[in-house]
Nanobody, 114 residues
């Protein structure tokens, strides 16, 4: 199983980006699909999560600005990021937690200029 993240880039403050994470291979026993981010010199930070039933949760810094969603087959998870701020600059990683293991994507860089 591999997770392929995409959609990062350079955007001005106030702009939007949509990240995608597509899983290849068969994944069973999904508990949650999440996005994390890691800014330069900082620890990895949880951003958002969604369960197979569609219940979502967000970290305080992104509440009201970011939205996580997934497809019915649970093979793709998206992160819609609006009202981006320079503080959102980071490498964003997707994660799928199953009852057996955790899968991680390779990361996609988001840079927000002021």
């Amino acid at each position: 199983v591999q997770l392929q993240a995409s959609g990062g880039g350079l955007v001005q403050a106030g702009g939007s980006l949509r990240l995608s994470c597509e899983a290849s291979g068969n994944i069973v026993g999904i508990k949650a699909m999440r996005w994390y981010r890691q800014a330069p010199g900082k620890e990895r930070e949880w951003v958002a999560a969604i369960t197979p039933s569609g219940i979502n949760n967000y970290g305080d810094p992104v509440k009201g600005r970011f939205s996580i969603s997934r497809d019915r087959a649970k093979k793709t998870v998206w992160l819609q990021m609006n009202s981006l701020e320079p503080e959102d600059t980071a490498v964003y990683y997707c994660n799928i937690e199953t009852v057996y293991t955790n899968y991680w994507g390779q990361g996609t860089l988001v840079t927000v200029s002021s």
